[in-house]
């Protein structure tokens, strides 16, 4: 018996299918929520694990995953994305248009640290699978990613903070975790491990910074990496709407990187004429 071919109507649903978002006239629920009980019984950190992984979370889950995001919110305009969206503000964007252009800086150098720090961890993990200590394994992982990506290692060190405060506390959070069996501590182990290897290798410590703890609560509650730099964009999101919007009250027009005052230097040619002949 022939298939009947599917309807125009029924092509498009399939086409436009997901599990995330049923909607319909006077109707709105997420996963299966009703979008009344969510807003009434759920927060933002809970609905954004709904979101991205389709149950709601445990508590321990949901404080841990709110504590990376409150810690991520803002790092003044010395970071580059805070910068731009003060620029961009001056510059006439209104708050929707500065967001996107400093969300867009958030790429492989600036706000993708996270991402990098899962990876390695995931590399070293699966190494300590076969060999005799996690330093081991550790040093191995290490090197492969250096000679791939350079000596910068992802989520260690601050040229800012000798010891970034945030980290502390995140990775106490943790810790108590892991004390009462709610995640796994692998991810800490493996995050720690390359603080106690580079503090052999370089004759100092060099401690975690802020996207190696937030990729460590990332790990352990079972983010695939990519999502832990979307998770990061959604919580510096916050301090560049702050920043945008507290710079439309400065009433300054085309803020540049630096104070008119200043000057930068030029390294060109000296001042010449332009060849006879041309």
Same mark, same amino acid.
């Given at each position: 018996?022939?298939?009947?071919?599917?309807?125009?109507?029924?092509?498009?649903? *399939?086409?436009?299918?997901?599990?995330?978002?049923?909607?319909?006239?006077?109707?709105?629920?997420?996963?299966?929520?009703?979008?009344?009980?969510?807003?009434?019984?759920?927060?933002?950190?809970?609905?954004?694990?709904?979101?991205?992984?389709?149950?709601?979370?445990?508590?321990?889950?949901?404080?841990?995953? *709110?504590?990376?995001?409150?810690?991520?919110?803002?790092?003044?305009?010395?970071?580059?994305?805070?910068?731009?969206?003060?620029?961009?503000?001056?510059?006439?964007?209104?708050? !929707?248009?500065?967001?996107?252009?400093?969300? !867009?800086?958030?790429? /492989?150098?600036?706000?993708?640290?996270?991402?990098?720090?899962?990876?390695?961890? /995931?590399?070293?993990? *699966?190494?300590?699978?076969?060999?005799?200590?996690?330093?081991?394994?550790?040093?191995?992982?290490?090197?492969?990613?250096?000679?791939?990506?350079?000596?910068?290692?992802?989520?260690?060190?601050?040229?800012?903070?000798?010891?970034?405060?945030?980290?502390?506390?995140?990775?106490?959070?943790?810790?108590?975790?892991?004390?009462?069996?709610?995640?796994?501590?692998?991810?800490?182990?493996?995050?720690?491990?390359?603080?106690?290897?580079?503090?052999?290798?370089?004759?100092?410590?060099?401690?975690? !910074?802020?996207?190696?703890?937030?990729?460590?609560?990332?790990?352990?509650?079972?983010?695939?990496?990519?999502?832990?730099?979307?998770?990061?964009?959604?919580?510096?999101?916050?301090?560049?709407?702050?920043?945008?919007?507290?710079?439309?009250?400065?009433? *300054?027009?085309?803020?540049?990187?630096?104070?008119?005052?200043? /000057?930068?230097?030029?390294?060109?040619?000296?001042?010449?004429?332009?060849?006879?002949?041309?």
């Amino acid at each position: 018996m022939t298939k009947s071919p599917a309807s125009d109507r029924e092509q498009i649903a *399939e086409y436009w299918r997901t599990e995330i978002s049923d909607i319909s006239p006077g109707k709105i629920a997420f996963r299966g929520y009703a979008i009344e009980d969510l807003i009434a019984g759920v927060s933002f950190p809970a609905m954004i694990w709904l979101m991205l992984r389709g149950e709601l979370p445990t508590r321990t889950q949901e404080r841990l995953l *709110e504590a990376a995001l409150v810690a991520s919110v803002d790092h003044g305009p010395h970071a580059p994305s805070i910068a731009i969206s003060k620029i961009a503000t001056s510059c006439g964007l209104p708050l !929707n248009g500065a967001m996107a252009s400093a969300l !867009n800086t958030l790429d /492989d150098v600036h706000g993708g640290a996270g991402e990098q720090a899962i990876e390695l961890f /995931d590399d070293i993990l *699966e190494r300590s699978k076969s060999a005799s200590s996690i330093e081991e394994a550790t040093s191995v992982a290490l090197d492969v990613f250096i000679s791939e990506h350079g000596k910068y290692i992802p989520g260690y060190g601050h040229r800012f903070h000798p010891v970034d405060p945030r980290s502390g506390v995140l990775l106490g959070l943790v810790d108590e975790a892991v004390a009462k069996n709610e995640v796994g501590g692998s991810y800490a182990l493996a995050a720690r491990a390359i603080e106690t290897v580079l503090e052999a290798r370089k004759g100092r410590r060099i401690p975690m !910074n802020i996207d190696g703890a937030t990729a460590v609560i990332y790990g352990e509650l079972g983010f695939a990496a990519p999502l832990a730099r979307g998770v990061f964009c959604l919580s510096r999101a916050v301090g560049i709407l702050a920043h945008a919007w507290e710079q439309t009250s400065r009433k *300054e027009r085309n803020k540049g990187p630096i104070p008119r005052s200043f /000057d930068y230097r030029y390294d060109g040619p000296a001042r010449r004429l332009l060849p006879a002949a041309r």
